[in-house]
């Protein structure tokens, strides 16, 4: 069992190692973290190396590393110096502390509800009623809003009050794209480009020429707007759109959203392995994606 003060070195200890990017831990800037006595951070360090929770690297640039079992005794299930899940401050991201844990302590109503967050990195430099952003993180993208509402700096955790938690479905995009899509030549007039999309139910089509390669995209607005210019005789390469956008067809739907917002653009062109078109997939297929996902 761990005293107090033997708990906030490990975690203090954990906290600078990952921030100097893994690499030996000195006795003297744990202590400056802490606030404490050099010597007495030296002689803990030997009670917790008996205890195999750190491991000490000789010579000038040596120092302490925390081993596995220190991040098993502190709960913390992830190697720090491999994933990062960002934190937002004040609407400022701190790019030297991240998240290991979130854990909702009551979520009976939205406005109620909180949770504890579990930090790696100094977290005193985060004061009570601060506003923070969590995420996303790996796999589910999972995002928490709120403010801070306690501290503890003993554990590295935070309290918060949550305003907002959002959770993008982990699935491609190839798997609500619209596949087998039929292109449209740079040459073909604005009646048989409608011909093949009513038939193929296509919310639009690349333009490609003899060589397979993309030229443009058309849309359904694309073609309202040619034919409210009453232009029904203007071909294909006269109102495409030549700002492509294209991505793998095993993009995840948060990074499909994030290059929509990006570029500017209602719908992707997905590509398969092969660099062969795979399908077509709109903002509207993501958002039906997500609101099915919530009911």
Do not use: W
């Not at 921030?19 to 917790?48: F, H, P, W, Y």
């Not at 596949?179 to 740079?186: E, G, R, V």
């Not at 294209?246 to 929509?260: F, K, Q, V, Y």
């Amino acid at each position: 069992m761990l005293t107090a003060v033997q708990r906030e070195i490990l975690q203090s200890l954990i906290n600078l190692y990952r921030k100097s990017k893994c690499t030996s831990v000195k006795c003297e800037s744990i202590a400056d973290l802490m606030g404490r006595n050099s010597g007495t951070i030296r002689n803990q360090m030997q009670s917790l190396r008996s205890l195999g929770l750190v491991q000490g690297v000789p010579g000038p640039r040596g120092g302490y590393k925390p081993t596995l079992e220190a991040y098993h005794t502190l709960n913390i299930e992830n190697d720090p110096c491999e994933i990062h899940v960002p934190i937002y401050v004040n609407g400022a991201i701190v790019s030297d502390i991240s998240v290991n844990k979130i854990e909702f302590t009551s979520i009976l109503r939205p406005g109620d509800c909180e949770a504890t967050i579990s930090v790696l990195g100094d977290i005193k430099q985060l004061d009570l009623d601060d506003t923070i952003k969590i995420g996303p993180t790996p796999v589910n993208n999972l995002t928490v809003d709120g403010t801070i509402i306690g501290r503890d700096d003993v554990d590295n955790v935070l309290l918060i009050k949550t305003k907002n938690i959002i959770s993008i479905p982990n699935v491609k995009l190839r798997d609500i794209a619209t596949q087998q899509i039929k292109s449209i030549t740079p040459q073909m007039q604005l009646t048989d480009i409608c011909k093949i999309l009513s038939e193929n139910n296509q919310i639009g089509a690349p333009i490609v020429d003899d060589d397979n390669n993309i030229l443009g995209v058309i849309r359904y607005s694309d073609i309202i707007d040619a034919v409210a210019a009453n232009k029904m005789d203007s071909t294909a390469e006269e109102f495409m759109r030549e700002s492509v956008v294209t991505a793998r067809d095993n993009i995840s739907l948060s990074n499909g959203m994030t290059l929509l917002l990006q570029n500017d653009v209602t719908a992707l062109i997905l590509l398969d392995k092969n660099n062969e078109i795979y399908g077509i997939v709109s903002f509207n297929d993501m958002l039906k994606r997500l609101l099915d996902s919530s009911n």
